[in-house]
């Protein structure tokens, strides 16, 4: 039992919030006020030059609390966030944006980047997993599920092959290069795949490509008009996680 | 008033289903034992050669009973159930099985039938309406919407064009054609479109074209590996009809 994970708690609205650092890593928990062992988990991840507090994350986060009762965790990617960003890192993110402002690709230098963050990110995530577990209102037993479009699909793809203990996920928007689609290959749990159908630097074709490499015999493709920005969430919500990590389990309500 | 639109009326498991009949156009209707009037009422059409109690159909409309409190209506298409088929419309139906036992394609033949069948069913569909908003317990004001797939679809497209009183639809695993197209341009009402990904009769390309083709502003595409023939539809359940048929309205408790 480690309760000295957490730095700070707050409840807010019915929602206990809690700070966290695993290594160097800082994170957020959600949890109802009276969460149990065996509760599901879902773990979060934010998107590209974002972090653990992102307003859209926060919003699942609590909807995934209040509506499903479920426990919620975010990490902070490597040079997001609250975290130092190596110069490395930053020559990365000076590139893209120069690339972008020159109408050049930033293909290459997403995938160089990435790969980079993928490496350090899973590791991570593991160890942030195993901290969590020890926590006794969460315990060893309970259902885990991922949840994250474009850099957190970037790592959530190799996490989910690498990290037996997660058994659902949702993905999407993500920029396609081959380690991710050779772990694409490699996923055979239950997938949700979301599509911005319009997105000016993610091809709708390389989106319907991956959806096609996922090993999973349990997917369904989630598409909509517009960019990864305008994720119409209200609109694809499939109750996909309360399905997959609460299957049997008690009712819940929807609003 | 007309209640002598119905020939039968059963209670079977919290479900009131009774048979009418419209002109020469036999239906079912499916309501709560306590549904009151502005209670949401959805279409359901059936796919090619099946029928208005087709088990799949039955299925949801039962659901969509029991869940969301909603009444549901089908009627038969013409030549398809309880209804005689013209020598003409057999004569398409025995081209078609011909062309798919030689393997060789079934365009032309299904277009100039869709066509004939959607002449047909659409005035149909609009005077069950007619009739179903005389019964006391639906009344004028009610919302409705309208779900089907294939030639339900092919049907539904158009007639949501022609039929203002339908607000929300459902689509999907439709052959494509002109008029088929060029209906779904007029289309402006909340849609989602269900895409089976790997229909061997039915084109992944032409559905997706055929989605981008919508002028729905919220319209949300769900696609999944499989024909149309195995539509996960508790996969990709989202709660369409309850949100748009019932904004605000009261919770329901899902499975």
Redesign the interface.
């Given at each position: 039992m480690n309760t000295s994970l957490f730095t700070s708690a707050t409840t807010r609205d019915g929602v206990v919030e809690r700070d966290f650092v695993v290594g160097e890593v800082p994170g957020v928990l959600w949890s109802p006020v009276d969460a149990s062992p065996g509760t599901p988990l879902v773990l979060m991840g934010h998107g590209g030059g974002l972090h653990k507090r992102s307003r859209g994350l926060v919003a699942r986060a609590r909807e995934a609390v209040l509506r499903d009762g479920f426990v919620v965790a975010a990490i902070d990617a490597p040079g997001h966030g609250d975290r130092p960003r190596s110069a490395q890192d930053q020559h990365w993110v000076d590139t893209m944006l120069a690339e972008r402002a020159a109408g050049r690709s930033m293909a290459a230098t997403i995938a160089d980047y990435n790969r980079s963050l993928v490496e350090r990110a899973v590791p991570e995530w593991r160890a942030a997993l195993d901290a969590l577990q020890e926590l006794p209102e969460i315990g060893s037993g309970m259902p885990i599920g991922y949840s994250g479009m474009t850099l957190a699909s970037a790592i959530g793809i190799p996490l989910v092959v690498a990290e037996s203990r997660i058994t659902a996920a949702v993905f999407g928007g993500v920029f396609v290069y081959d380690d991710i689609t050779i772990a694409a290959r490699r996923v055979t749990i239950p997938i949700e795949f979301l599509?911005p159908?319009d997105d000016p630097e993610i091809d709708r074709q390389s989106g319907?490509d991956l959806?096609?490499e996922f090993a999973s015999?349990?997917?369904?493709?989630?598409?909509?008009?517009g960019s990864h920005f305008t994720v119409?969430v209200?609109?694809?919500?499939?109750?996909f996680f309360?399905?997959q990590l609460r299957p049997g389990g008690p009712?819940?309500?929807?609003?």
């Open positions: 599509l159908l319907l959806f096609d015999e349990d997917k369904t493709l989630h598409a909509f008009p119409p209200e609109r694809v919500d499939t109750r309360a399905r009712a819940t309500t929807t609003h």
